[in-house]
């Protein structure tokens, strides 16, 4: 069965750093392109990044654009999330979500992990 | 950015009833949208992608239909695991968006 696990959340200063993970299994890895999202407390989901199967390419969103980097090591099966100048609005659950696609265009996040919740707070 | 807007955002429903989610795109997105459920502490759960297909494992009680602008998310008879938060996504273009969400609650 597929799984993806994160972990790594916890709680931060403003201003701090935090590295995330998500160990995945059950499939294989390198041939999927693979997604962070996250969702601040009683908001929705929000798409934060992504990285192609070599991870040779990356993509994020505006609001995280040079602060975050997304990376993976096909060799351990785990896709992470740096974050570095934590702001209190990147308070959320964040979800990494594998990517799967029918067209080049009609894609979907067909597996999610639990979640790892990231708390910034002096 | 193409924007998703869902509506209603909160619909208030029984056991039994027929019960429709509206998702508007800003843009043209083809067939390209994809339906999440969420139940609170959980992650969302794939139910439908490119409008209309139901992921392996979700009931026939939910269908997708649309395309363009404006689709649609049916539940042709809301069981008492259905009650939760729905969200259609787009991955036409970049960045991917979600709409923002339509809670389904107990009448």
């Known amino acids: 069965e597929v799984q993806l696990v994160e972990s790594g959340g916890g709680l931060v200063k403003p201003g701090g750093s935090l590295r995330l993970s998500c160990a995945a299994s059950?499939?294989?890895?390198?041939?999927?392109?693979m997604h962070w999202v996250r969702q601040a407390p009683g908001e929705g989901l929000v798409w934060v990044s992504r990285?192609?199967?070599?991870?040779?390419?990356?993509r994020y969103a505006d609001s995280v654009m040079g602060r975050f980097t997304i990376s993976r090591d096909n060799a351990k099966n785990t896709l992470y999330l740096q974050m570095n100048s934590l702001r209190a609005e990147d308070a959320a659950v964040y979800y990494c979500?594998?990517?799967?696609?029918?067209?080049?265009?009609?894609?979907?996040?067909?597996?999610w992990g639990q979640g790892t919740l990231v708390t910034v707070s002096s | 950015d193409i924007q998703l807007t869902q509506s209603p955002s909160f619909l208030s429903a029984s056991v039994g009833d027929r019960v429709t989610i509206t998702c508007r795109a800003s843009?043209?997105?083809?067939?390209?949208l994809a339906w999440y459920q969420q139940k609170p502490g959980k992650a969302p759960k794939l139910l439908i992608y490119?409008?209309?297909t139901l992921q392996s494992g979700v009931p026939s009680r939910f269908s997708g239909t649309g395309s363009g602008t404006e689709f649609t998310l049916t539940i042709s008879s809301l069981q008492p695991e259905d009650f939760a938060t729905y969200y259609c996504?787009?991955?036409?273009?970049?960045?991917?968006?979600f709409g923002q969400g339509t809670k389904v609650d107990i009448k």
């Open positions: 979500a594998r990517e799967h696609c029918t067209t080049s265009t009609s894609c979907y996040f067909d597996y």
């Open positions: 059950a499939f294989t890895f390198r041939s999927y392109w």
């Open positions: 990285i192609n199967g070599d991870g040779s390419d990356t």
């Open positions: 843009q043209g997105i083809s067939s390209d």
């Open positions: 490119a409008t209309s």
């Open positions: 996504q787009q991955l036409n273009s970049y960045p991917p968006t």
